[in-house]
Structure formats: C-alpha cells, structure tokens
C-alpha cells in the first residue's frame, strides 16, 4: 500500500500543473509503472485537451511494457465520450492489467461507471488510495457536482484596528494595506480561480481590473453586481480583457460578446440566487472579493468554503470596519509585515 501512496502523490504533485487551466474538467495526474519504476506520466493541461491517462500512456517510450504495468491516477477514468474518448478504453485498448486509483469521481457522468467497466474488462483494480489528498486536490470540482454550486473562497485585507477600507479616500485608489507581495499572492490566486465576484461599490470605489497582472495565468470570470445599472460603462470591468457575467435586478442588454446579463431577486436569499447561477454557467469556484456588505452576505448565508484573509501592518483609525467571521484559523503564514490567514467552513 505504501508504495501506491508514492505514485499516488506523485499524481497528485503532477495534477497541480492544471490549477486554473482546466474548467471545467477535474485536476488529473497519472504515471504509469513498470517494476517499480516509472515509464510514463501527464496530466490534464486543458479543457478538451487530452486527459491525463491520455498523456501518460503517450509519453511511454517502450509500449510493450504497458500489457506488464500499473497505471495509477489520482481520479476515476472517465468512461464517457466527451470532448474527448473514454480514458478507460485507453486503458482496455492498451491491456494495461493493474489500475490504482486515487478518488472516485463525483460527477454523475462518472460516478463508478470507469471502475465497473475496468473491474467488467478484466483489470485489477485497486480505489482509495491517498483519498483524502485526492479529494482536497479537487475540492473545486467535488462541490460544483456535490453541492450544485461553486466552491466559494472569501478574501479581504484588514488593518491592524479592523478596517478594510478608510473614511475617506482623498488621492490614492485604491488604498493598499497589504505590501507588494500579497498583492502579488492574491493575482496568483486569481490565475488560479474561475471566477472573481465585487460589488457594485468596489467598482465605483476602485475601478478594478479584476485581472491577473502580477502573475501569469488566465484572467478569471468577472462576476459584478449592479442591482441599478449604476456602473459606469467605461468602467475597466467592461473591457475586452476578460468574460464579465454582470447581475442585477433590472432587464439589461449585453452590449458585446464578453458580456453576460442575469437578473436576480435582490430581496430574496442573494448568495442562494448568485450561486445557482454561477452553477448554471457551469463555474466552479469564486474569489469574493467585494466590500463588507458583499462578504457578509456570504459569512451570514454559511455559503463559503474557504477565508483568506490578510492583516496588514497599518491601522487606519477609522472607516469600514471588516466582515464578522466565527471560524477557527486553518493556517497562518507570515508575508514580511503582513499575516496571512486561512479559515475552512467544514460541514
């Protein structure tokens, strides 16, 4: 058993090169072994790409040695046709005879479906190994098919007196309180993420990019609300640089292609209604980012998975105090003069 843990998490290690590039597909590695030894390994670059089976079974020089190997992989094969073909016809079509796999997947289209059709074909199969690290690899994608709805990371920085944002913003927009290299962590994260969710507020407070300009990475989805209409159309979050999925309760047009309208009761249960249509445009997960009001919507409606939040070294007296969270802290990490801190809402 401990050494399928070895090559397990060696899928694990090689699945993490997808973070941000696969939506809506699942984060997938595989190796495949040969006496003790391994002779082919990938991973799943892109959505309708090829998976990661695909790319370890691609990259084996000799292919005679499958019939005589173990192919491990940190998900369940696939066993539909999708963009692209079964991953566990690959596997059949090849006689690989041994299967480790990390996780079962949750999506309905899966969901055992592989591992029948290996376990019918004849294969030694062996389910569950390093599960939990499989599952916490794919959190994004097991709540989107567990929960219908996107997995929900709130985040914001604070002062060292409990402020997000000051009283008044005379000159600089927007005020900074972490330093240069949170900054720098948050566009990471925002590579990272489908999506990224403000307020109408922050973009008439900020006129933010929501971008990744301090990392490289794809530019997430753009989620704002503007219950009235109010934000101006030249704002940055209108531009061509990204989708942008615009909500408020009023009938709007969609003046170009990277623009999507939806309307939503704002009298109703708001992050009930934003999540079930961010699950309808089939997103898995979400960076709030907005101001006080927005974050404590979620905080209050327990719609959130995980916190990240940022103390940084300054205090400002006075302003818009910070989001209320009863939560235990996860992790803490120290970024020079900031902390760092990490919540997870478990069921």
């Given at each position: ?5 070895k090559?397990?998490?060696?899928c694990?290690?090689l699945a ?14 595989s190796?495949i072994v ?6 082919g390994?990938?991973?799943?670059k892109?959505?309708g790409e ?6 370890a079974?691609?990259s084996?020089k000799?292919?005679?040695?499958l019939s005589?190997?173990t192919?491990?992989?940190s998900?369940e094969?696939c066993s ?7 991953c566990c016809?690959l596997?059949i079509a090849n ?5 480790v796999i990390?996780t079962v997947?949750p999506?309905?289209k899966v969901?055992g479906?592989?591992i029948?059709k290996?376990?019918e ?6 389910i569950?190994i390093?599960?939990?690290?499989c599952n916490?690899?794919?959190?994004r994608f097991f709540?989107?098919h567990?929960?219908q709805?996107?997995f929900i990371i ?7 007196d409990?402020?997000i ?7 600089q927009?927007p005020?900074?309180i972490t330093?240069?290299?949170s900054?720098?962590l948050v566009?990471?994260w925002?590579?990272e993420?489908?999506?990224i969710?403000?307020?109408?507020q ?10 990744v300009?301090?990392w490289?990475?794809n530019?997430p989805i753009?989620i704002?609300?503007d219950r009235?209409n ?6 940055s979050i209108f531009?061509?640089?990204a ?12 003046e170009?292609s990277?623009?999507?309208v939806?309307?939503?009761d704002?009298d109703g249960n708001?992050?009930?209604?934003i ?5 309808k445009?089939?997103i898995?997960?979400?960076i709030?980012?907005g101001?006080r009001q927005m974050?404590?919507i979620f905080i ?22 910070a989001p209320?969270?009863?939560s235990?802290?996860?992790e803490?990490?120290t970024?020079l003069?900031d902390?760092l801190?990490?919540f997870?809402?478990?069921?």
């Amino acid at each position: 058993m401990k050494i399928h843990e070895k090559y397990i998490k060696r899928c694990i290690e090689l699945a993490k090169n997808g973070l941000g590039t696969t939506y809506p597909n699942p984060l997938v590695g595989s190796v495949i072994v040969y006496e003790n030894k391994i002779i082919g390994e990938g991973w799943h670059k892109k959505s309708g790409e090829p998976h990661a089976e695909v790319n370890a079974v691609n990259s084996v020089k000799d292919k005679s040695l499958l019939s005589k190997s173990t192919i491990y992989v940190s998900l369940e094969p696939c066993s539909h046709f999708g963009k692209t073909p079964p991953c566990c016809d690959l596997i059949i079509a090849n006689n690989i005879p041994n299967v480790v796999i990390g996780t079962v997947d949750p999506n309905e289209k899966v969901a055992g479906k592989g591992i029948k059709k290996l376990i019918e074909a004849g294969k030694n199969v062996t389910i569950g190994i390093l599960e939990d690290e499989c599952n916490e690899l794919n959190k994004r994608f097991f709540t989107f098919h567990q929960k219908q709805r996107p997995f929900i990371i709130l985040k914001w920085a604070e002062t060292l007196d409990g402020f997000i944002s000051p009283k008044e913003k005379v000159e600089q927009k927007p005020v900074w309180i972490t330093n240069q290299y949170s900054r720098q962590l948050v566009h990471k994260w925002r590579s990272e993420e489908h999506a990224i969710l403000v307020g109408t507020q922050t973009v008439m407070d900020d006129n933010p990019s929501l971008n990744v300009r301090d990392w490289k990475g794809n530019n997430p989805i753009r989620i704002v609300l503007d219950r009235k209409n109010r934000i101006p159309k030249e704002s940055s979050i209108f531009n061509n640089e990204a989708t942008t999925l615009l909500i408020s309760d009023e009938n709007q047009i969609a003046e170009n292609s990277n623009l999507i309208v939806e309307r939503i009761d704002f009298d109703g249960n708001i992050a009930e209604e934003i999540t079930t249509i961010l699950f309808k445009h089939n997103i898995q997960s979400v960076i709030i980012e907005g101001g006080r009001q927005m974050l404590q919507i979620f905080i209050d409606a327990n719609s959130w998975d995980e916190a990240r939040i940022f103390k940084g070294g300054i205090s400002f007296g006075n302003g818009t105090k910070a989001p209320v969270l009863n939560s235990i802290v996860r992790e803490r990490f120290t970024i020079l003069n900031d902390e760092l801190l990490i919540f997870s809402n478990h069921d």
